[in-house]
């Protein structure tokens, strides 16, 4: 076996000499046989610096002549750890060792195909294709070793960087092969064979965070650490009211701040707002401090545009009034209405929803430098192509004019999928002439976010005499996401699709209707999406029924589930079920998994033992993002009365994972994330303005409150890939709801349950 050896200086090569090596690896740029159509386009503008050598079977994968094998991630690091669990799947695939990997950084370009880091989609949607990314790699280097040595190629191997002939106990290195595996064309698909699951190593195993030692040393860029030589930093004042306007400003007072050196006016948008800029005033200065003293110092007067009469809490009764009333039917089977107007007992529940804001730790950031009608950006974008889109809109320019280059993100939760503070840096970057750090401070953030969106139900039931739920009807109404989109007022399937049309219900008669409301500031997608209410108000009303029969509440949720079987679209009374983009052949609604995770939890969490041992447990489950997941919080009073969460369980079947540290980390941080939606969470608006600016008034779950213990269980499986980022997060705060009636006997019917109980 030859001798290897990691070189870990990062070799730089400029693009000219690329483009100059480029003959020796032509047979590796054809892209045509990738495997999907989305990434058959052409090759990145701006490929990661590799050496001339070696190979390139396609755009994720580069092999040196020194061994080395880098490997580009196109998705975004936020904390879920993309970066270490994709070229880990690639690698496996391949038989490449990782020690001997560099993974860089994609840039914003279409020919990686989709990099929306969002959707929890990183792995189920690409999952198969990863593999064969590593399959075609791993097959053009056994066939040049099989040439070499004169032997078949099925009877060579590939693992641990080296590709065997056991039979005569021959081997030669990846690097040693690179230089005549770029000579090869590019297997087709249909020509490369996956290896077994058996032989892939680490495929759900306990993997490392590939990203750790450079965070925990500081070494790590953010999009806020990104310094170029003559820089400065911008902050902007936005309009108080989302759609409102400049009316005039004085910058004299905001000039004279020693380091401020210009005041720019950027665009009010133009309605609906998509991703634009919310406009206002740039200060612009030497520094971050010059910046935020020169902002502080201008005075601005504004039109505040058609939302300055919105206040939050008026729209609560305008969003109950119109669950009152009939909406569109948007999933409807048997005759819920009749049976609920013959029914001699009944239950009805209304639940609400404020708007909620993302709050990611580090707010949101990028650097531009505009020249020569050319944008180069680095930014803290979960979506760089979005970003690259924004920009070319912003400044008048074609896309191929703008290169996003990606940072880490210190935390995105579906904020950085939003580029609109991408753009001000490039606006202001091109007005100044210098390179532009666009900063938001934490007050920016809470002020400006696209927020969740605020939401109203009612959900009702009959029962028959003996207890079974013969009719459920369940009225939704929130402003929708299209509507920044397109002005929408009710809610596309997408957001349907989250707990409304794909619940699984074995009860005679459903029906769900969606009532129209209209948006008056921006809302956008979050952690969870429209699951966060949804299953907050089923996972609630499940309980508040189990209680009123006095029956368990787990027996209660699995009898309305109903038996193991694969729910079809029939069943649930709707024509399709959009499910997250992904075939129902390939993902099918499976209540026998759902099932699964509750038998499970309630196994782990002594549900059974619950009153004996003097603890109150609550329960939920939930589908989401094609996984299923369960969760059982057990609450306690402390000695002044103050309820506190002392353990958490969650089980999770999620299909095939790769990285289990990664996956378990994951459905921690969703129990943290979701209890801190449920005891605090809540942005409210008066006047159009929103009222709270920092973690002061929009509070998170803090150290101290977190659980001592939080089990996290999840299921092996072969099956599709679901999601694993936001699945845990819905069944997170009914749970909570749940356990704290068990403990005290109020039922919180809205967030924030600090409202209701004392915490």
């Not at 005891?679 to 001592?708: C, W």
Request: aromatic share 6%.
């Amino acid at each position: 076996m030859s001798e290897h050896s990691l070189d870990d200086n990062p070799i730089r090569l400029s693009r000219r000499s690329f483009l100059e090596g480029v003959t020796l690896v032509a047979a590796g740029l054809a892209l045509e046989l990738l495997p999907t159509n989305a990434w058959a386009a052409p090759m990145p503008t701006a490929y990661p610096p590799v050496p001339e050598q070696g190979f390139r079977p396609n755009v994720y994968v580069h092999v040196a002549p020194d061994g080395v094998v880098t490997m580009i991630c196109h998705r975004s690091e936020m904390g879920q750890g993309v970066r270490s669990s994709l070229p880990v799947l690639i690698a496996d695939e391949m038989g490449a060792d990782m020690a001997r990997v560099k993974v860089i950084q994609g840039d914003g370009d279409k020919a990686y195909g989709d990099q929306n880091t969002d959707g929890s989609s990183s792995v189920r949607k690409i999952f198969t294709d990863l593999r064969y990314v590593g399959a075609t790699a791993r097959t053009m280097l056994i066939t040049v070793a099989a040439k070499r040595w004169g032997v078949p190629v099925n009877t060579c191997v590939a693992r641990d960087h080296v590709v065997f002939h056991p039979a005569s106990k021959r081997s030669l290195g990846f690097g040693e092969l690179a230089n005549d595996a770029a000579k090869l064309p590019v297997p087709a698909r249909k020509d490369v064979t996956l290896r077994p699951r058996s032989e892939l190593r680490h495929l759900g195993k306990e993997l490392p965070l590939l990203d750790g030692p450079d965070i925990v040393t500081g070494k790590a860029q953010f999009g806020a650490d990104v310094v170029l030589p003559g820089m400065l930093t911008a902050m902007v004042v936005r309009p108080p009211v989302a759609g409102g306007r400049v009316a005039r400003y004085d910058a004299t007072s905001a000039l004279a701040v020693p380091g401020v050196k210009q005041v720019v006016e950027l665009p009010a948008p133009k309605l609906p707002f998509a991703f634009q800029p919310l406009g206002g005033i740039a200060v612009v200065a030497d520094n971050t401090w010059a910046a935020m003293r020169g902002r502080a110092a201008l005075e601005v007067t504004w039109e505040h545009g058609d939302n300055a009469g919105y206040d939050s809490a008026a729209y609560r009764q305008e969003l109950t009034k119109a669950i009152g009333s009939s909406g569109k039917v948007v999933r409807n089977v048997g005759n819920a209405d009749a049976t609920l107007a013959g029914a001699k007992r009944k239950l009805e529940a209304d639940y609400h929803t404020p708007h909620l804001a993302h709050a990611p730790m580090e707010p949101p950031a990028a650097v531009a430098r505009v020249e020569g009608g050319r944008c180069e950006v680095w930014a803290a974008t979960q979506n760089p192509q979005s970003a690259r889109t924004e920009v070319a809109r912003a400044l008048g320019v074609d896309e191929s004019q703008i290169t996003i280059h990606v940072t880490l993100l210190g935390g995105g939760f579906g904020r950085k999928s939003k580029p609109d503070y991408v753009a001000e840096a490039a606006l202001v970057a091109r007005a100044v002439g210098a390179p532009v750090r666009m900063q938001w401070t934490r007050e920016d953030d809470v002020r400006h976010d696209y927020y969740h969106s605020t939401c109203a139900q009612r959900l009702s039931a009959a029962l028959d005499d003996s207890g079974k739920v013969q009719a459920w009807h369940h009225r939704i109404a929130f402003p929708p996401i299209g509507s920044i989109f397109s002005g929408a007022t009710f809610a596309g399937d997408g957001e349907l699709n989250q707990g409304i049309l794909d619940l699984p219900l074995a009860i005679p008669h459903v029906r769900m209707e969606n009532c129209e409301a209209r948006a008056h500031t921006r809302i956008g997608w979050m952690r969870s999406v429209a699951n966060v209410y949804h299953a907050f108000s089923v996972q609630s009303f499940i309980d508040e029924l189990a209680h009123a029969r006095g029956t368990d509440p787990r027996d209660t949720l699995l009898e309305l589930i109903g038996p193991p079987r694969i729910v079809t679209p029939k069943e649930l009374g709707v024509e399709k079920v959009p499910n997250y983009g992904q075939p129902l052949e390939e993902h099918p609604l499976d209540t026998g998994r759902l099932r699964r995770v509750i038998e499970r939890v309630t196994e782990l969490s002594r549900w059974d033992s619950r009153k004996k041992e003097g603890r109150a447990l609550g329960l939920a489950a939930h589908r989401s993002f094609l996984s299923y997941v369960a969760v059982v919080m057990s609450v306690v009073k402390d000695a002044d009365e103050r309820i506190r969460v002392d353990e958490a369980w969650i089980v999770a079947d999620a299909g095939t994972i790769i990285n289990a540290e990664r996956v378990r980390a994951q459905f921690e941080g969703a129990v943290i994330f979701g209890m801190s939606l449920g005891l605090y969470g809540a942005i409210t608006m008066k006047d159009g303005a929103t009222e709270q600016s920092n973690f002061r008034d929009y509070r998170l779950v803090r150290i101290a409150e977190a659980p001592q213990r939080i089990h996290v269980e999840v299921i092996p499986s072969e099956g599709a890939p679901g999601g694993v980022g936001e699945p845990g997060v819905p069944p997170v705060a009914p749970a909570l709801a749940n356990a704290i009636f068990a403990l005290t006997g109020t039922r919180v019917r809205e967030l924030p349950f600090v409202r209701s109980v004392r915490v």
